[in-house]
């Protein structure tokens, strides 16, 4: 257990439904990222915040896609109006400082149907 | 049609022997580097990383090799067991900005035969 914590683990959806997922830091890590992963697929970076400032999120996958972090520590991902191309692993990791390495979360399972 | 996303890279070795898993990285530009390793449903986890002005780093029964001239990175596992079985990922990251953000390739599997 890496102190990310990630709600909830596994999700099933119809599609065309909005879903919404949450990601809970080490307390210290000011540095939060969102990724994407699809089998046999390395994760793929969708965005990530410094304190509740979002830095980078012109790789969000599309405009049904949006993160927060209101408050500089938990932070949650909106998918809007879900498609089944949106199944995927989503991970969060965290940072203390920008330079140092990342501690996943267990990921949230996402199934479109 | 086939889906070639499906098939990663794969180590086939036997417990004891010592495991390399290599990683070609693509931006001159980055400064630092780590390995993870990813088990079946759970997220990455970190094993080690290396910084660019150094050419080697040794953990407990890991090795990181950095070669910045042709963009490569190894991991070299000593006496690997089967808990070593995993998928293997080296992420790469640069400071522009103050960014870092972390940049993950496809992965290498890793199957460690008793």
């Known amino acids: 257990d890496t102190g990310v914590s990630q709600d909830p683990r596994h999700k099933i959806t119809k599609r065309g439904q909005n879903v919404t997922f949450r990601c809970d830091p080490i307390?210290?890590?000011?540095?939060l990222y969102w990724y994407r992963q699809t089998l046999g697929q390395g994760p793929e970076f969708l965005t990530y915040?410094?304190?509740?400032?979002?830095?980078?999120k012109s790789r969000l996958l599309s405009d049904r896609f949006s993160a927060e972090r209101p408050k500089g520590s938990f932070s949650t991902l909106e998918i809007q109006r879900t498609e089944q191309g949106d199944s995927a692993m989503y991970l969060c990791?965290?940072?203390?400082?920008?330079?140092?390495?990342?501690?996943f979360g267990q990921g949230t399972r996402l199934t479109v149907v | 049609g086939e889906s070639v996303g499906l098939h990663l890279p794969t180590l086939s070795v036997q417990e004891g022997d010592n495991s390399i898993i290599n990683c070609a990285y693509s931006?001159?530009?980055?400064?630092?580097f780590i390995w993870y390793k990813q088990e079946s449903g759970k997220g990455p986890q970190f094993i080690i990383d290396?910084?660019?002005?150094?050419d080697k780093r040794q953990g407990q029964r890991v090795t990181v090799l950095l070669n910045k001239t042709v963009k490569h990175l190894s991991l070299q596992i000593a006496a690997t067991q089967p808990g070593d079985s995993a998928v293997y990922f080296c992420?790469?990251?640069?400071?522009?900005?103050?960014?870092?953000?972390?940049?993950f390739g496809r992965g290498t599997s890793l199957i460690v035969h008793p």
């Open positions: 990791a965290t940072k203390k400082t920008a330079n140092t390495e990342a501690f």
């Open positions: 307390s210290e890590h000011n540095r």
């Open positions: 915040f410094q304190n509740e400032a979002q830095l980078e």
């Open positions: 931006n001159s530009a980055s400064d630092y």
């Open positions: 290396i910084r660019s002005n150094m």
């Open positions: 992420a790469e990251s640069y400071g522009e900005g103050g960014s870092y953000i972390p940049t």
